[in-house]
C-alpha cells in the first residue's frame, strides 16, 4: 500500500498535463490578440499620416497658384508692381499750326465803327511754316498779317493775330479766318493744310 501511495496516480498526471495544455493556450491567444490590436494602431497611423500629407501637399500647391504675378527683375530690391503699359510716344508732324480760340465773337457794332479781337497761332510741327490768311469783306486781318502777307513762323513758336469787324450794313455776320500753311518758299496751303477761325459779328 505504501508504494502506491508513494508513486502518482496515472489520472493525476493526465490532469496536470491538460491543464498546462490550458494555461499554455490561452497565452497564445492573448500574444495573437495584442498583436492584432498593434498591428491595426500602426495602419492607422500610418493612413492618418498620409492623409495629413496630401492635405499639406494640396495647401501647398493653392499656395502656389495663388502667388500675385509681378514685373520686379531678379535681385531688384524695388517692391514688386502691378504690369504698367509704356505711353506710345506723339510723333510731331513737319508742319502743324493750331489756332486758339476757334472762334471770335464780335458782338454788336455799329455800322462803320471798328471792333477789334485777336487770336494766337501756334507751330507744333518740327519744321518752320510760311502763313498766309484771308477773310471775308467786313472783317480785315491788321498788322504782320494784313493784305494777304506770307509770314514765317518759326517751330516752337507762337504769335498773335489781330483781325477787325467793321460792319456795313446792320446784320448778322457769320463768316471764317483761313489760315494756309506750309513749308516756307512753297505755295502756301497748296498741300491742304488749314486752320479756320469762326467770327462773328452784329451791324446796328
Do not use: C
Request: glycine share 8%; hydrophobic share 35%.
Amino acid at each position: 500500500m505504501s508504494g502506491d501511495r508513494g508513486a502518482a496516480s496515472p489520472q493525476l498526471i493526465a490532469v496536470a498535463v491538460a491543464a498546462a495544455i490550458v494555461v499554455l493556450l490561452s497565452g497564445l491567444v492573448f500574444l495573437r490578440g495584442s498583436d492584432s490590436k498593434t498591428a491595426t494602431a500602426v495602419a492607422n497611423q500610418s493612413t492618418t499620416s498620409s492623409t495629413t500629407t496630401t492635405a499639406s501637399s494640396r495647401e501647398a500647391t493653392t499656395q502656389t497658384t495663388s502667388l500675385p504675378h509681378t514685373d520686379t527683375p531678379a535681385g531688384s530690391s524695388d517692391p514688386p508692381t502691378a504690369t504698367s503699359f509704356r505711353p506710345i510716344p506723339k510723333v510731331r508732324k513737319k508742319w502743324s499750326v493750331a489756332v486758339d480760340p476757334g472762334e471770335l465773337d464780335f458782338g454788336q457794332v455799329p455800322v462803320d465803327q471798328k471792333s477789334v479781337r485777336s487770336f494766337k497761332l501756334s507751330n507744333d510741327g518740327t519744321e518752320d511754316v510760311e502763313i498766309l490768311i484771308g477773310t471775308e469783306p467786313d472783317f480785315r486781318i491788321s498788322g504782320d498779317y494784313s493784305d494777304y502777307r506770307r509770314r514765317v513762323l518759326a517751330s516752337g513758336s507762337t504769335d498773335t493775330v489781330e483781325v477787325v469787324f467793321e460792319p456795313s450794313a446792320p446784320s448778322s455776320y457769320r463768316v471764317v479766318a483761313e489760315v494756309a500753311y506750309g513749308p516756307v518758299g512753297a505755295p502756301t496751303g497748296s498741300d491742304g493744310d488749314r486752320a479756320v477761325v469762326s467770327l462773328l459779328g452784329q451791324g446796328v
